[in-house]
């Protein structure tokens, strides 16, 4: 009876109930509610990523629509419904032909929809990629259509099982079957608005503009305009420099997959209860299995001051303890691991889009050197916004309450009790110049328009630089570009163009007052003509 297929099918169901009861009293747990913000936009997000979230919303609508409108028209006047030009006043034979008209209709138009989706999916995991597929499952207009339909459809059924033929009194619905002519008019009007969204989805540039715009809203929330003082007074905690060396734990995920968040502030709340600093090793989207080491639990020593910190109780002595079987629970409820890698704040994630979209560009079936350049180009703009910007700091503390008692006169002058609490790994600006532009770089060896693209890229980057770390990162990307060229390009004539491209770039970013300056490369055989014309 193990072995059946019913018992089976009962395991699994039983298993999945099991998890989801898990995950939700994770999220509404009392160490969680601190993160609750945070928690509930990855709930949302992964169900705007679903395809059957709108639809289905659509479907709920016209089912609670139905019952409505034919209450409402049981009681509204008819001689009133009559004087309204565009509402139906015909008898039940009428009104149960268009209600069948309209519900047949619509369920064959959201198949061909739905087809149409379909095909689009595939043409784009072919030549974008399967990781942009998210972007059109994610596409609200598209969900919205075929939810109308749909909604449509639920909605004339019902309405025509309320028809009813030797009913006088209330036989036709008047009102429901009137807002059923005008949710037809308005899917014909949705058909055609969705052939023309589609033709305009799939072209490349629109693609790469909402990669683009992914990319640009994940950095701006990590890296700030501004910068937090009082957070860099923090860094100044004694505990940065010597919390290493402490009694270290090793942490090892719950599970294999793909980290896709880390909630912070629960993870604060975790290592203060047993007084002691988290490190993590690992950033977001990277793949681990359940026996990584992923970070390291250090354990404060009893004596150290930070123990005694102020609580709502004065003084209270924390102790520290090693991780227990409590600690693991919970911190399995402080990050969150999926199986594949989906949409989140990962801004190499969103980086990584535009880089595959360049890639499969380049590759010898699709040979599309201006797409790559497209995205050179954007991933240009995401890379200067960032270089502009402040960085996120590796270094979290807890920030305990402040007594009622204490004035905000003395809390002005006193330097607030910051606990070092979680240390992250971030990525630097070189490793996303890496892992974008050098990629690219990589696949685009030997093509000397995308390899140019790539010099001029680098041109435009030195305009954002604000030190002299990201100067030297983007003179040695630009010495690989030449390296690239010179070893992989057909011709020398290709090669001494590109070479002498990246002198002028080299020559330019190390000028004094190159950020006020145009650059403008000049190839030798255009100098020659140009010479050539003035002596005329």
């Known amino acids: 009876m193990d072995n059946s297929p019913e018992n089976g099918l009962i395991k699994r169901l039983l298993t999945v109930i099991a998890q989801g009861m898990k995950q939700f009293i994770q999220l509404w747990s009392l160490q969680t509610l601190t993160d609750l913000p945070d928690r509930l936009r990855n709930l949302w997000q992964q169900l705007i990523g679903s395809y059957w979230f709108i639809p289905t919303t659509c479907v709920i609508a016209g089912i609670l629509l139905a019952p409505l409108l034919v209450t409402i028209d049981q009681h509204f006047d008819r001689e009133t419904v009559r004087e309204i030009t565009f509402a139906f006043t015909g008898d039940d034979e009428a009104a149960r032909a268009i209600m069948t008209s309209i519900a047949g209709a619509v369920l064959g ?288 503390f807890y920030i305990p309450a402040q007594d009622n008692d204490v004035t905000p006169k003395l809390e002005s002058k006193q330097q607030r009790l910051a606990i070092l609490a979680v240390v992250t790994h971030t990525p630097k600006i070189s490793d996303f110049l890496n892992t974008s532009l050098g990629e690219i770089r990589r696949y685009a060896a030997a093509d000397l328009m995308v390899l140019k693209a790539l010099c001029q890229a680098i041109v435009d980057l030195n305009y954002a630089h604000i030190n002299s770390a990201q100067q030297q990162t983007l003179l040695h990307e630009l010495k690989l570009i030449e390296r690239a060229g010179e070893d992989n390009l057909s011709y020398q004539e290709l090669v001494d163009d590109l070479v002498a491209m990246c002198q002028q770039a080299q020559e330019f970013i190390l000028s004094n007052d190159a950020q006020h300056r145009y650059f403008n490369y000049v190839s030798e055989f255009d100098a020659h003509i140009a010479q050539a014309l003035q002596t005329q």
Not at 138 to 150: E, K, R, S, Y
Not at 164 to 190: E, N, R, S
Not at 262 to 277: F, M
């Open 109 to 396: 138009v959201a198949g061909t929809t739905f087809s149409i989706t379909i095909a689009v999916l595939s043409m784009a995991s072919s030549q974008f990629g399967p990781r942009l597929l998210r972007n059109f499952l994610t596409d609200t207009p598209n969900q919205f259509v075929l939810g109308a339909f749909i909604g449509t459809f639920s909605y004339s059924l019902l309405v025509l099982k309320s028809i009813h033929k030797y009913d006088v009194a209330f036989g036709v619905p008047q009102l429901a079957v009137t807002f059923a002519i005008i949710m037809a008019i308005v899917c014909a009007l949705l058909l055609v608005y969705f052939v023309q969204h589609m033709v305009h989805a799939i072209q490349a540039s629109h693609v790469i503009q909402g990669a683009s715009n992914d990319a640009i809203k994940n950095i701006h929330y990590w890296y700030k305009d501004h910068c937090d003082i009082q957070h860099q007074r923090d860094i100044e905690h004694h505990d940065i420099e010597q919390f290493q060396n402490w009694p270290a734990t090793p942490i090892y995920p719950p599970k294999s997959g793909y980290l896709q968040q880390i909630y912070l502030e629960s993870l604060a709340t975790l290592t203060q209860d047993y007084g002691g600093v988290v490190q993590m090793r690992i950033n977001l989207g990277n793949y681990v299995t359940d026996k990584n080491v992923i970070g390291y639990f250090y354990q404060r020593p009893v004596v150290h001051p930070t123990n005694q910190q102020k609580t709502a109780t004065p003084h209270l002595a924390v102790i520290p303890r090693a991780p227990d079987g409590m600690f693991w629970q919970r911190f399995a409820g402080c990050i969150r691991i999926e199986q594949r890698l989906a949409h989140s704040d990962d801004i190499a994630y969103s980086l990584g889009q535009m880089t595959e979209i360049a890639v499969r560009a380049l590759s010898p079936g699709i040979n599309d050197p201006k797409t790559a350049v497209n995205c050179v180009q954007s991933l240009t703009s995401c890379l200067s916004i960032m270089m502009r910007r402040q960085p996120p700091s590796p270094y979290h």
